[in-house]
């Protein structure tokens, strides 16, 4: 009886698998999900992205990316959707199995702007409980911009358990901004989720206060009009301190160009048109730096920026003095053939260059230190700039101490002051003036440097400055450095003010308008120097 009942049972079990094997696999919410971009259509494609997202598959946030990346493919004809890789290796997307042959129909997922905003509201919803704070933040980043009702119910988990007051800050301000778009959520709700938005205080937020549906009751729009005068307000005063940050980063470049002129010009009177290819000099010294780094030594690239300021300034030092020795010291009190001579000069550097390196742009990177940027307020500030000003500082004061506490410095000021009895005391003029035009010339080899960090390195580097570095020196006070670093900022400050109203080509001009104009009022600039040689 036994042996019957355990065989019938065995039959009953054997049946169930044949009809289980034999009756098609059903399809999951992934798979039916992954099926809809089949259609090719963005309707559809848009309502597969919510589909995949809600599914909670493995798979779900790399076919996203995928589709993000235009890296989604369909085939039509298998009904296949296939994710291809970064080599160029093909998978199916339902299983995550490689394709040995891939179909011969396959085609691109189709996506545009509103696909694109559904990407980013399900990405930005997947990644919300990422054990990353980094990547948290950035989806509630995604999601305040898309405003994707279906990511509150992710929003209120990820609130819940979130420990970085920033990223709780970002995932309230994106769940205020869903709130807004919910046309039946509370009232007093919507003016709790304005104050939040309103206090974030940057585009994003005006574009979701503004963007309000057309149901919203009168209350709440009330609030949301306050909230929009608020935040431009608010913006229109971090505007004029970007103003002053641009202003302040320009005016570091000019000063790093202008410094060394400010040294020959103002000890030795030579107008120097050649000056501008000094700081190529540098810049092209900086690349040769990073290009033997690069082949023999790649774990000290972050180095190669203090390799490259010594070598620099010894470089454009050296073709400093030679031009000195070698031409200016021929030409003194002969102002208009030291002109032309340097203009020549600079050409034949500037082909010599063109020569040696090609007429292209090289490529100079940036060490880790210098990249990135971090925000303060509304304004982003990037490592790059704000280094650069302070390598300007730092060379100002290494410059003050040099002229100040060294035997150098004191037989240049005492030739600034007055050249005749400088010699007549036992200085050697024609040195003093031979060192000094070399270290004007390693200034601006070191500026160089700098100056290849946030422009091009090219043959015509130096001629973008040239001019400039004129303007800062005659405004300043000719020999003064305080003039200069004072004129520098003031111009490039005043140049970053009038851009936005009179736009890049008109605001240089006003300013060289205004300089002329000043200069008729002060000749001397604003900081003039002072001894005999100086009041004859």
Known sequence: ???????????????????????????????????????????????????????????????????????????????????????????????????AAPPADLTDVRINNRVRRAIDAALGSLTLLSPDARRRFEAAQAVFKSRDESALPALDTAIAKEISQGVRRALSQARAAVILMQSDAKEADKLAAVAIVRDRGDQDALAVLGGLPAETAAPVRKAAA???????????????????????????????????????????????????????????TTFVVQEIIRTSYPGLFDWSLAVAIPLAFLVAGIVGIGIERGIIRFLYGRPLETLLATWGLSLVLQQAVRTTFGPTNREVGSPSWMSGAFEVGQITITYNRLWIIVFTLL????????????????????????????????????????????LGSGIAGIAGVALSQIDNVSPNLGQGYIIDSFMVVVFGGVGNLWGTLVGAFTLGIANKFLEPYAGAVLAKIAILVLIILFIQKRPRGMFALRGRAVEA
């Open 395 to 438: 060379v100002f004061v290494a410059l003050l101490a040099l002229l100040r506490f060294t035997r150098l410095g004191l037989e240049m000021r005492a030739v600034t002051q007055n050249r005749a009895m400088a010699a007549s005391m036992g200085i050697r003029t024609a040195r003093i003036d031979a060192l000094t035009f070399g």
């Open 226 to 284: 306050d909230a929009v005068g608020s935040i431009q307000n608010n913006l229109a005063l971090w505007s004029g301190v970007q103003n002053a940050w641009y202003g302040l980063s320009l005016g570091s470049v000019l000063m790093l160009a202008a410094i060394g002129l400010a040294i020959t010009f103002g000890v030795m009177g030579v107008i120097n048109m050649a000056h501008g290819e000094m700081v190529m000099l540098g810049a092209y």
């Open 1 to 99: 009886m036994h042996k019957i009942f355990d065989s019938a049972v065995a039959l009953v079990f054997v049946i169930g698998l044949m009809i289980v094997a034999a009756a098609p696999l059903r399809a999951g919410p992934y798979e039916d999900s992954l099926a809809r971009f089949l259609a090719d259509s963005y309707s559809d494609t848009d309502a597969a992205i919510g589909g995949v997202a809600a599914s909670g598959h493995v798979m779900a946030e790399e076919v996203i990316r995928a589709l993000q990346d235009r890296r989604l493919m369909m085939s039509p004809g298998s009904k296949t959707i296939v994710i291809k890789g970064a080599s160029g290796a093909l998978r199916n997307a339902a299983t995550g199995q490689p394709l």
